[in-house]
């Protein structure tokens, strides 16, 4: 039995080795003895948008230096927004975009807004923005919300004011 042990190892001792000088001489061989890369993952660039408040926002829009988006659905856009607001709902970005691009490209800053500061979408519509290009953006982070407790106007679809008065 010993023997028949013996014999059995040194037939596949041998054609182990057998099989290895083949697959190592030849072209498709298989990568035995090679060592594992892993793929390279993909570093995603760390985004800084800067965050402004309404008085900063007030003297960019009176000096005609940007271009304001409301990042909410058109149907909140249509219920009131801030006055000169485009709306470009983050939901309809692709579509938006193309019919958006010469304001996108006028050369002014531009800045998005939303319903409040817990409300992320004029954030994620500036990120997409900086992924298109652009980097000469802001954010209004108090949003129509924080527009209006300020007593500011905002303008309905139709630009009827409602909400706080303003001058």
């Known amino acids: 039995m010993k023997r028949f042990i013996l014999e059995i190892t040194i037939i596949v001792g041998l054609s182990l080795m057998i099989a290895m000088g083949v697959n190592f001489l030849s072209s498709s061989g298989l990568p035995v003895f090679e060592s594992y890369v892993p793929p390279k993952k993909e570093v995603k660039e760390e985004i800084f948008i800067q965050e402004i408040d309404a008085e900063f926002l007030k003297t960019l829009l009176e000096g005609d230096m940007a271009v304001l988006f409301d990042a909410r659905k058109t149907s909140e856009y249509k219920l009131g927004h801030i006055p000169g607001a485009i709306s470009f709902s983050l939901y309809e970005f692709d579509e938006r975009y ?3 691009s010469d304001l996108i490209n006028s050369g002014k800053t531009i800045v998005t807004y939303c319903v409040n500061p817990s409300c992320h979408d004029s954030h994620l519509l500036a990120t997409k923005l900086y992924e298109k290009g652009y980097r000469d953006l802001l954010i ?25 008065g303003g001058e």
């Open 140 to 164: 209004y982070k108090e949003g129509i919300e924080g527009w209006l407790e300020l007593g500011n106007p905002a303008e309905l679809d139709e630009q009827a004011e409602i909400g706080g």
């Open 98 to 100: 193309g019919q958006l």
